[in-house]
Protein backbone atom coordinates (compact mmCIF):
# COMPACT_ATOMS: atom_id res chain seq x y z
CA UNK A 1 0.00 0.00 0.00
CA UNK A 2 2.84 2.19 0.60
CA UNK A 3 4.19 1.90 -2.47
CA UNK A 4 1.31 2.60 -4.65
CA UNK A 5 0.93 5.59 -2.37
CA UNK A 6 4.29 7.11 -2.53
CA UNK A 7 3.87 6.09 -6.59
CA UNK A 8 0.97 8.10 -6.57
CA UNK A 9 2.29 10.99 -5.27
CA UNK A 10 4.77 11.31 -7.08
CA UNK A 11 3.26 10.91 -10.02
CA UNK A 12 1.46 13.59 -9.18
CA UNK A 13 4.09 15.88 -8.37
CA UNK A 14 7.61 14.60 -9.51
CA UNK A 15 8.69 16.05 -13.32
CA UNK A 16 9.61 12.44 -13.66
CA UNK A 17 5.86 11.56 -13.31
CA UNK A 18 6.09 9.78 -16.65
CA UNK A 19 8.96 7.51 -16.16
CA UNK A 20 7.68 6.64 -12.81
CA UNK A 21 4.73 5.62 -14.37
CA UNK A 22 6.27 3.52 -16.53
CA UNK A 23 8.13 1.85 -13.79
CA UNK A 24 4.68 1.39 -12.34
CA UNK A 25 2.75 -1.03 -15.30
CA UNK A 26 6.48 -2.96 -15.19
CA UNK A 27 6.53 -3.64 -11.21
CA UNK A 28 2.71 -4.79 -12.61
CA UNK A 29 4.04 -7.28 -15.11
CA UNK A 30 6.35 -8.07 -12.37
CA UNK A 31 5.30 -12.60 -11.27
CA UNK A 32 3.26 -12.64 -14.77
CA UNK A 33 3.17 -15.39 -16.47
CA UNK A 34 4.53 -15.41 -20.31
CA UNK A 35 2.16 -14.88 -22.89
CA UNK A 36 1.09 -17.50 -25.33
CA UNK A 37 1.70 -16.42 -28.93
CA UNK A 38 -0.80 -18.89 -30.48
CA UNK A 39 -3.62 -17.64 -27.50
CA UNK A 40 -5.97 -16.48 -30.11
CA UNK A 41 -5.39 -19.37 -31.91
CA UNK A 42 -6.56 -22.07 -28.74
CA UNK A 43 -9.40 -19.81 -28.43
CA UNK A 44 -10.19 -20.05 -31.37
CA UNK A 45 -9.72 -23.97 -31.93
CA UNK A 46 -12.42 -26.04 -33.06
CA UNK A 47 -13.47 -29.08 -30.83
CA UNK A 48 -13.19 -31.12 -33.45
CA UNK A 49 -9.84 -30.73 -33.93
CA UNK A 50 -8.65 -32.04 -30.08
CA UNK A 51 -4.70 -31.59 -31.16
CA UNK A 52 -5.03 -28.34 -32.17
CA UNK A 53 -1.95 -29.41 -34.30
CA UNK A 54 -3.42 -27.57 -37.83
CA UNK A 55 -4.16 -24.25 -36.53
CA UNK A 56 -2.20 -21.18 -38.11
CA UNK A 57 -0.72 -23.36 -40.52
CA UNK A 58 0.37 -23.01 -43.84
CA UNK A 59 0.31 -26.72 -45.43
CA UNK A 60 1.18 -28.00 -48.91
CA UNK A 61 -0.47 -31.37 -49.82
CA UNK A 62 0.53 -33.36 -53.08
CA UNK A 63 -0.99 -36.63 -54.70
CA UNK A 64 -1.26 -38.61 -57.85
CA UNK A 65 -4.85 -40.05 -59.51
CA UNK A 66 -6.40 -41.01 -56.44
CA UNK A 67 -6.12 -37.07 -54.89
CA UNK A 68 -7.41 -35.65 -58.30
CA UNK A 69 -10.49 -33.41 -57.98
CA UNK A 70 -12.95 -32.70 -60.48
CA UNK A 71 -14.73 -29.48 -58.18
CA UNK A 72 -13.49 -27.37 -55.62
CA UNK A 73 -16.60 -28.38 -53.67
CA UNK A 74 -16.96 -32.15 -54.08
CA UNK A 75 -17.15 -34.98 -52.06
CA UNK A 76 -13.93 -37.15 -52.79
CA UNK A 77 -10.88 -37.96 -50.96
CA UNK A 78 -9.26 -35.03 -51.35
CA UNK A 79 -12.03 -32.65 -50.85
CA UNK A 80 -12.60 -34.36 -47.56
CA UNK A 81 -9.01 -33.76 -46.51
CA UNK A 82 -8.64 -29.93 -47.71
CA UNK A 83 -12.33 -29.39 -45.46
CA UNK A 84 -11.02 -30.92 -42.60
CA UNK A 85 -7.84 -28.87 -42.63
CA UNK A 86 -9.57 -25.76 -43.50
CA UNK A 87 -12.46 -26.24 -40.07
CA UNK A 88 -8.55 -27.35 -37.78
CA UNK A 89 -7.70 -23.57 -38.44
CA UNK A 90 -4.94 -24.11 -41.06
CA UNK A 91 -3.95 -20.53 -42.56
CA UNK A 92 -3.32 -21.63 -46.23
CA UNK A 93 -3.53 -24.95 -48.19
CA UNK A 94 -2.25 -25.57 -51.79
CA UNK A 95 -3.22 -28.60 -53.02
CA UNK A 96 -1.37 -30.27 -55.87
CA UNK A 97 -2.38 -33.73 -57.44
CA UNK A 98 -1.17 -35.18 -60.29
CA UNK A 99 -2.38 -38.70 -61.89
CA UNK A 100 0.31 -41.14 -62.68
CA UNK A 101 2.79 -39.51 -60.67
CA UNK A 102 4.85 -40.86 -58.01
CA UNK A 103 7.90 -39.79 -55.78
CA UNK A 104 10.55 -39.34 -58.20
CA UNK A 105 7.81 -36.98 -59.95
CA UNK A 106 8.10 -34.28 -57.64
CA UNK A 107 12.06 -34.31 -56.36
CA UNK A 108 13.66 -31.15 -56.61
CA UNK A 109 15.50 -31.68 -60.28
CA UNK A 110 11.71 -33.00 -61.72
CA UNK A 111 8.59 -31.64 -62.75
CA UNK A 112 5.76 -33.62 -62.45
CA UNK A 113 3.62 -33.81 -65.40
CA UNK A 114 0.57 -35.89 -66.33
CA UNK A 115 -1.58 -36.81 -69.63
CA UNK A 116 -4.06 -37.92 -67.57
CA UNK A 117 -4.87 -35.37 -65.43
CA UNK A 118 -3.84 -32.63 -62.84
CA UNK A 119 -5.20 -30.61 -60.12
CA UNK A 120 -4.34 -27.88 -58.53
CA UNK A 121 -6.39 -25.69 -55.13
CA UNK A 122 -6.06 -23.06 -52.70
CA UNK A 123 -7.80 -22.27 -49.80
CA UNK A 124 -8.18 -18.48 -51.35
CA UNK A 125 -10.65 -20.17 -53.42
CA UNK A 126 -8.58 -20.66 -56.21
CA UNK A 127 -8.94 -24.29 -58.23
CA UNK A 128 -8.11 -25.21 -61.95
CA UNK A 129 -8.02 -28.97 -63.30
CA UNK A 130 -6.91 -29.91 -66.55
CA UNK A 131 -6.40 -33.36 -68.31
CA UNK A 132 -2.65 -32.87 -69.49
CA UNK A 133 -0.14 -30.30 -67.87
CA UNK A 134 2.41 -29.97 -65.39
CA UNK A 135 3.07 -28.76 -61.70
CA UNK A 136 5.43 -26.92 -59.24
CA UNK A 137 7.53 -30.21 -57.77
CA UNK A 138 7.19 -30.06 -54.18
CA UNK A 139 10.56 -28.13 -53.21
CA UNK A 140 9.07 -25.16 -55.40
CA UNK A 141 5.40 -25.64 -53.67
CA UNK A 142 7.06 -25.52 -50.03
CA UNK A 143 9.20 -22.59 -50.62
CA UNK A 144 6.61 -20.70 -52.63
CA UNK A 145 4.43 -21.32 -49.80
CA UNK A 146 6.17 -21.03 -46.80
CA UNK A 147 4.47 -24.43 -45.59
CA UNK A 148 5.05 -25.54 -41.96
CA UNK A 149 3.37 -29.32 -43.08
CA UNK A 150 3.58 -31.08 -46.16
CA UNK A 151 0.83 -33.94 -46.37
CA UNK A 152 1.99 -36.45 -49.22
CA UNK A 153 -0.33 -38.94 -50.57
CA UNK A 154 1.66 -41.14 -52.86
CA UNK A 155 2.53 -44.72 -53.19
CA UNK A 156 0.30 -46.96 -55.97
CA UNK A 157 2.39 -45.91 -58.92
CA UNK A 158 5.42 -47.00 -57.19
CA UNK A 159 4.44 -50.48 -57.62
CA UNK A 160 6.33 -52.44 -61.00
CA UNK A 161 2.84 -53.73 -63.04
CA UNK A 162 2.96 -56.67 -64.96
CA UNK A 163 0.55 -58.33 -67.36
CA UNK A 164 -1.18 -61.73 -67.40
CA UNK A 165 -4.33 -63.09 -67.51
CA UNK A 166 -5.88 -59.85 -68.54
CA UNK A 167 -4.64 -57.60 -65.45
CA UNK A 168 -1.71 -56.33 -64.43
CA UNK A 169 -0.75 -57.07 -61.50
CA UNK A 170 1.01 -55.30 -59.03
CA UNK A 171 5.09 -56.03 -57.74
CA UNK A 172 6.36 -54.39 -55.13
CA UNK A 173 9.97 -52.99 -55.66
CA UNK A 174 12.47 -54.54 -53.02
CA UNK A 175 12.71 -52.65 -49.79
CA UNK A 176 15.89 -50.25 -50.38
CA UNK A 177 14.34 -49.32 -53.98
CA UNK A 178 11.31 -48.06 -52.16
CA UNK A 179 12.93 -46.46 -49.16
CA UNK A 180 15.64 -44.95 -51.92
CA UNK A 181 12.97 -43.49 -54.27
CA UNK A 182 10.89 -41.79 -50.36
CA UNK A 183 13.98 -40.18 -49.00
CA UNK A 184 14.88 -38.71 -52.39
CA UNK A 185 11.84 -36.90 -51.94
CA UNK A 186 11.85 -35.88 -48.56
CA UNK A 187 15.32 -35.04 -47.94
CA UNK A 188 13.79 -31.87 -50.21
CA UNK A 189 11.67 -31.02 -47.25
CA UNK A 190 13.42 -28.33 -44.74
CA UNK A 191 14.41 -29.60 -41.15
CA UNK A 192 11.68 -27.00 -39.52
CA UNK A 193 9.16 -28.53 -41.97
CA UNK A 194 6.64 -30.76 -40.62
CA UNK A 195 5.37 -33.91 -42.63
CA UNK A 196 2.18 -36.75 -43.47
CA UNK A 197 2.18 -39.41 -45.38
CA UNK A 198 -0.07 -40.94 -46.38
CA UNK A 199 -0.15 -44.62 -47.19
CA UNK A 200 -2.68 -46.38 -50.10
CA UNK A 201 -5.78 -48.73 -49.52
CA UNK A 202 -5.85 -52.31 -49.56
CA UNK A 203 -8.08 -52.65 -53.09
CA UNK A 204 -10.00 -55.60 -54.62
CA UNK A 205 -9.42 -57.27 -57.77
CA UNK A 206 -11.08 -55.28 -60.65
CA UNK A 207 -11.10 -55.37 -64.27
CA UNK A 208 -8.11 -54.40 -65.39
CA UNK A 209 -5.92 -53.95 -61.97
CA UNK A 210 -4.46 -56.45 -59.36
CA UNK A 211 -2.34 -55.51 -56.21
CA UNK A 212 -2.76 -58.13 -53.65
CA UNK A 213 -2.88 -57.30 -50.25
CA UNK A 214 0.64 -59.09 -49.77
CA UNK A 215 2.28 -56.37 -52.26
CA UNK A 216 0.41 -53.66 -50.35
CA UNK A 217 1.95 -54.92 -47.19
CA UNK A 218 5.42 -54.99 -48.93
CA UNK A 219 4.99 -51.62 -50.22
CA UNK A 220 4.28 -50.48 -47.04
CA UNK A 221 7.48 -51.91 -45.59
CA UNK A 222 9.01 -49.63 -48.00
CA UNK A 223 7.55 -46.26 -47.49
CA UNK A 224 8.00 -46.94 -43.74
CA UNK A 225 12.12 -47.34 -44.21
CA UNK A 226 12.33 -44.32 -46.19
CA UNK A 227 9.89 -41.66 -43.81
CA UNK A 228 11.39 -43.14 -41.00
CA UNK A 229 12.50 -40.11 -38.62
CA UNK A 230 11.04 -37.62 -41.46
CA UNK A 231 7.53 -38.13 -41.72
CA UNK A 232 4.80 -39.59 -39.89
CA UNK A 233 2.70 -42.22 -41.79
CA UNK A 234 -1.30 -42.62 -41.86
CA UNK A 235 -1.63 -46.66 -42.51
CA UNK A 236 -4.80 -46.37 -44.97
CA UNK A 237 -5.10 -50.42 -45.41
CA UNK A 238 -7.86 -50.85 -42.17
CA UNK A 239 -9.90 -48.21 -44.23
CA UNK A 240 -11.39 -50.69 -46.22
CA UNK A 241 -13.16 -54.50 -45.66
CA UNK A 242 -13.86 -54.53 -49.40
CA UNK A 243 -13.89 -52.54 -52.15
CA UNK A 244 -16.04 -52.68 -55.52
CA UNK A 245 -13.95 -54.62 -58.39
CA UNK A 246 -14.33 -51.41 -60.50
CA UNK A 247 -10.79 -51.15 -62.50
CA UNK A 248 -8.62 -52.80 -59.26
CA UNK A 249 -6.97 -49.51 -58.51
CA UNK A 250 -9.23 -46.36 -58.41
CA UNK A 251 -12.05 -46.14 -55.90
CA UNK A 252 -15.57 -45.10 -57.03
CA UNK A 253 -16.75 -42.27 -56.28
CA UNK A 254 -18.89 -43.36 -52.86
CA UNK A 255 -15.30 -45.12 -51.79
CA UNK A 256 -13.23 -42.42 -52.28
CA UNK A 257 -15.71 -39.99 -49.98
CA UNK A 258 -15.43 -43.14 -47.32
CA UNK A 259 -11.37 -43.10 -47.58
CA UNK A 260 -11.66 -38.78 -47.18
CA UNK A 261 -13.89 -39.31 -44.46
CA UNK A 262 -11.89 -41.92 -42.45
CA UNK A 263 -8.12 -39.38 -43.57
CA UNK A 264 -10.31 -36.63 -42.18
CA UNK A 265 -11.07 -38.31 -38.92
CA UNK A 266 -7.77 -39.72 -38.46
CA UNK A 267 -5.98 -36.27 -39.11
CA UNK A 268 -8.18 -34.07 -36.76
CA UNK A 269 -6.50 -36.49 -34.48
CA UNK A 270 -3.65 -36.92 -35.25
CA UNK A 271 -0.49 -35.53 -33.23
CA UNK A 272 2.72 -36.02 -34.29
CA UNK A 273 6.60 -34.95 -32.24
Known amino acids: MLILFT ?17 QDLLGEVGSPPQNHCQDCKEAANPECPTNRYLGMKIVYIGDSHSYLRKANGQRMGNQVF ?22 NWK ?7 TCGITSFHSSGKFQKSTKGSLPNLSTLIENN ?8 LG ?70 GVAG ?11 NQTSPNDGLHLTS ?12 TLKELSWP
Open 7 to 23: LFFLTACDPFAEILSEA
Open 146 to 153: DADLVIIN
Open 156 to 225: DNMFNWHSSGGLRHARSPSNSSLQNEVQSLTKDIPTETQCIWIGPAYHSRGKSYHKSNTEVDKLYEGIKS
Open 83 to 104: NALNTCGASSITYAAACGSRPR
Open 254 to 265: SESKHWGEKLAS
Open 108 to 114: RDSTPKS
Open 230 to 240: KCTLVDSRSFF
